[in-house]
């Protein structure tokens, strides 16, 4: 099978989505690649394998690169003095933009526009997935728990402290902060208002263990990676949470069974079919038995693959399962009542 990688997009998480797909680039042995680089001022270009580098796009180099438009079905360019089009070869796209574009509807809605299968949330996923608080308010009517929260304005909250204080509508725990007294708070506040204008805040609370599961539905179900536990001091932070996903292993703690299977059905509540064709990976907080869900990542880093395995064939099964929005016959009936209304 042969996957169009698309990565970059105008975000804060730009550099990631790059590590991403040459982390991907490496991961999958099995199917082809090509890749689609989002440039930051939202220009396509396609890129060889052999330039999935960190440093040609860093230096630039990349706008040497043939530059592609979307077009119906998928992506198009124009070769030769004559500029003949010629169309890109793939199965399925995967959106691997984090954050702005990627995961806020942007380039979910123009693939689905312009009729390409793609590995990506669609627009309603993206909707809540993406904003902090939409995604509370969804999993709370599903029917999964969440830590309790306040929108703040100013730095000021109904909280003791300590508190964590982060922007709604960013991912890679940008801007996230763990705030123990009013002058923490108060520069904590400004970080976080820099990457946005929309600002929670929670209890931090002491001893909370933290997991994360990513999976999606199939034609056989759920299909679900292993259960990660996460080992860490205060909270999973950018570098943590990124600069490590390119490791080769991931040694697992063994996880309660009570607590994986509750973790699971979270996921399947959350996941639904909101998230059709979508790669997820929730993050899950467990404090006495509780499972509560703390984000939604709707294009994790590098599609967690290093939590599955036998990746390559995951992707192929999912791959598989990805429609499209189906076709709305527009037969012109109401209208023609109308004007024959009219003309008696």
Do not use: W
Not at 99 to 115: H, S, W, Y
Not at 141 to 157: L, R, W
Not at 204 to 224: D, H, K, M, R
């Amino acid at each position: 099978m042969k996957f169009l990688v698309i990565f970059g997009g105008s975000s804060f998480e730009h550099e990631i989505s790059i590590v991403s797909a040459i982390t991907l680039k490496d991961k999958i042995k099995k199917h082809s690649l090509e890749f689609l680089y989002v440039s930051p001022n939202r220009e396509f270009y396609l890129i060889d394998k052999e330039n999935m580098k960190s440093k040609y796009f860093a230096s630039g180099e990349y706008k040497k690169a043939q530059k592609a438009e979307i077009t119906k079905g998928g992506f198009k360019y124009q070769k030769g003095l004559l500029k003949k089009d010629y169309y890109v070869n793939f199965d399925v796209a995967i959106n691997l933009i984090h954050g702005r574009d990627g995961e806020d509807g942007k380039i979910p809605g123009m693939l689905e526009f312009f009729g390409i299968k793609a590995i990506t949330p669609n627009i309603e996923a993206s909707v809540v997935s993406y904003n902090k608080l939409y995604t509370k308010m969804y999993a709370k009517e599903m029917g999964v728990d969440v830590i309790d929260y306040e929108v703040i304005d100013f730095p000021k909250t109904k909280f003791d402290f300590p508190i964590i204080i982060k922007p709604a509508r960013l991912g890679s725990s940008i801007g996230v902060s763990v705030v123990r007294n009013q002058e923490e708070f108060d520069y904590a506040f400004d970080v976080a208002r820099e990457f946005d204008d929309l600002i929670l805040v929670e209890p931090f609370i002491e001893g909370i263990n933290e997991y994360n599961l990513a999976g999606f539905l199939s034609s056989e179900g759920f299909v679900f990676s292993k259960v990660e536990k996460v080992n860490k001091k205060e909270y999973l932070d950018f570098e943590k949470k990124y600069m490590d996903f390119s490791r080769k292993e991931t040694k697992l703690e063994e996880v309660d069974a009570e607590i994986e299977q509750k973790i699971k059905e979270a996921f399947e509540k959350i996941y639904n079919t909101t998230f059709k064709n979508a790669l997820i990976r929730c993050d899950f907080f467990e404090k006495e038995g509780v499972v509560y869900l703390n984000e939604i990542n709707p294009i994790p880093g590098s599609l967690a693959n290093y939590l599955f395995d036998d990746f390559d064939e995951k992707l192929e099964l999912l791959a598989k399962n990805v429609t499209l929005e189906k076709p709305i016959n527009i037969d012109f009936a109401y209208i023609n009542k109308i004007q024959m209304a009219k003309g008696k």
